[in-house]
């Protein structure tokens, strides 16, 4: 079809013509002397308009084709400089494609698909969209050949074969939809290591007893790396706790690191433990697994064990002293010797502290106790934003001892950690004039004989803890003080039961609001005060036997508050306080 004439050009129309006006010549001369007859006339010169459409319409549909379809005879192959390539080094393909038409062929762009060790390519020419993978090539001018470099750097199973392919695709006239001509190249990977782990392990351990693994992993590639991360895992027969977080760094061309990643075994039994340390190299976002150590533990039962007794419903409140309980025993049929005995316990309320005892030597089967006793600080502000586990103490008891073959043992009990309970408090006060000034209480102050004075009364909790279930303020009216039922705030929280001169305030739960900046919540309502002669000279009671109660919801510990009682000399105002509260 591309070496089809141009019937249409107008060269091609003159020529046709002269060839025409030359058979038309000679075709006279013929029929008018051999065959001078007008219906052969006819005929023959039906035939010529005959071949002239044939040849005319043949051309018509060939430009029509070159100007207005393109069908698929783009061109593109990938071109592999060598069949061998090597984990982590650089390589380069060639990249050549070709329109072999003679229209240009619109939005051309070429999607690679890297199967799947190619990480990340760059290109020589064009930028290469590291998400979609497309290089955008734009247009292809017709009969226009071109080629750039694919870099990038090969990681993964090592050994494999692998297909690195690509589709160019683009838009032409012919139709909306594109057109995909598709190219692959397959290489091998040669074998390789891009860097080395080694570990080393004690040749035995005890369970609740604390190891090392001495690791170093070395970069042997040339190739640096912008994250790399070795992580620890445990066989599944025994329950293992990391005490160190799994290493992540960065790792330079040709450097070395030293990891030190400790751990203990929590569940009793014996044999063999496997360790498996797992090193990722990562580059441009995309992470692979490099090597892989696989250790051999030999657990052994430990003749020493610790624990920690204490009594789960004893309040655990700032400000109380508490008494625990180190429990030891040799479960050996063996003595053991030199043994230091630990307790250490620390938290957000508790300051760090450490007891330690040491006993010579432990006769088989022997048990005791060692009494740890401590206080929680009343009040302190959190050092984090969030609260979670914000309010524990952590007991650690720990243990070092020399056994029979006269090998130096230190066995890590399992930690406690015991929640810290709520300590809600409840502030009652009594008010006749705002923080401002402005007066809310009404008749004689200081109050006097036979004169009724009402006060604002004022319930503000405030919980730095945890939430408190059941959240209860109980109190009763003094003897000269009279409900008056105006309860602006809380009214729906607020019953007064006349016959007992009593109020309750109830919350079925008071949420736990604990930062620096929390203000207090609560309840007011108001009380009438009329004093008699025997009040004279005295700041009678308003409001007694303030009570606060609920529960932890977190430690499900009952937790109880009694604030002081509320007299006419109300402390909390100063204004009202300086006129005095005192009956006259």
């Keep these: 079809m591309e070496n089809a004439p141009n019937f249409l050009h107008p060269a091609s129309i003159a020529d046709i013509q002269k060839k025409y006006s030359f058979f038309r010549k000679r075709y006279e001369e013929f029929y008018h002397h051999t065959v001078p007859s007008r219906f052969l006339h006819i005929i023959g010169d039906s035939l010529l308009i005959i071949l002239i459409l044939f040849f005319g319409s043949y051309a018509g549909v060939s430009y029509v084709q070159q100007k207005f379809f393109s069908p698929a005879s783009a061109k ?29 062929l619109r939005d051309a762009r070429i999607t690679f698909q890297f199967h799947p060790l190619f990480t990340s390519a760059t290109s020589s020419q064009f930028a290469l969209n590291p998400e979609t993978r497309t290089l955008e090539l734009g247009t292809i001018e017709a009969n226009q050949e071109k080629e750039f470099v694919l870099s990038g750097v090969p990681f993964g199973a090592l050994g494999d074969v692998q297909t690195l392919s690509g589709e160019l695709s683009f838009q032409s006239n012919k139709k909306e939809g594109r057109e995909h001509i598709p190219s692959f190249v397959r290489y091998a990977i040669q074998k390789g290591a891009l860097a080395h782990l080694s570990c080393a392990v004690p040749s035995f351990v005890t369970f609740y007893q604390i190891f090392d693994h001495e690791c170093t992993v070395l970069n042997i590639s040339g190739q640096s790396f912008d994250h790399v991360s070795t992580k620890f895992s445990f066989s599944s027969s025994y329950t293992s706790r990391s005490r160190a977080a799994d290493s992540e760094y960065a790792l330079s061309a040709n450097e070395g690191r030293d990891i030190s990643h400790m751990g203990f075994f929590q569940k009793e039994g014996v044999g063999a433990q496997t360790i498996i340390a797992r090193t990722y190299l990562s580059l441009h976002d995309t992470t692979y697994l490099q090597d892989e150590t696989r250790m051999a533990v030999r657990v052994l039962a430990p003749a020493l064990s610790l624990y920690v007794r204490y009594d789960p419903l004893q309040p655990r409140m700032p400000g109380k002293t508490y008494s625990f309980v180190l429990h030891w025993k040799n479960e050996s049929a063996q003595g053991i010797s030199d043994a230091r005995i630990r307790m250490f316990a620390h938290g957000d309320y508790v300051q760090d502290k450490e007891i330690v005892s040491f006993i010579k030597f432990i006769q088989p089967s022997k048990e005791g106790d060692i009494t740890f006793t401590l206080a929680l600080d009343k009040k302190r502000e959190p050092q984090k934003e969030s609260t979670d586990h914000l309010f524990q103490m952590t007991f650690e008891p720990s243990a070092s001892y020399i056994n029979q073959e006269q090998q130096t043992i230190k066995v890590f009990a399992v930690p406690v950690q015991l929640d810290i309970s709520s300590d809600i408090s409840v502030r009652a006060f009594a008010r006749y ?16 004989v036979g004169k009724t004075t009402r006060y604002s009364i004022f319930l503000a909790q405030k919980n730095s803890i945890h939430a408190i279930e059941n959240f209860t303020v109980t109190a009763q009216l003094g003897p000269h003080a ?3 039922g105006i309860v602006p705030i809380g009214s729906d929280a607020i019953r007064y039961y006349p016959e007992k001169k009593e109020l309750v305030y109830l919350l079925s739960l008071l949420p736990s609001i604990f930062n620096a900046s929390s203000e207090e919540s609560g309840a007011v309502f108001e009380l009438a005060f009329t004093p008699t002669s025997q009040d004279i000279g005295i700041a009678p009671t308003l409001l007694q036997n303030i009570r606060a109660t609920g529960r932890d919801s977190v430690t499900h510990m009952p937790l109880e508050f009694n604030a002081p009682d509320i007299t006419t000399d109300v402390l909390f105002d100063s204004r009202a306080k300086s006129i005095g509260g005192v009956v006259k």
């Design 76 to 104: 593109m192959i990938i071109i592999l400089p060598g069949d061998i390539m090597t984990v982590g080094m650089p390589m380069k393909f060639l990249i050549r494609y070709e329109n072999t038409t003679r229209v240009p």
């Design 482 to 484: 009279s409900w008056t």
């Design 433 to 448: 004039y705002t923080t401002d000034g402005e007066q809310i209480g009404r008749g004689p102050l200081p109050p006097r």
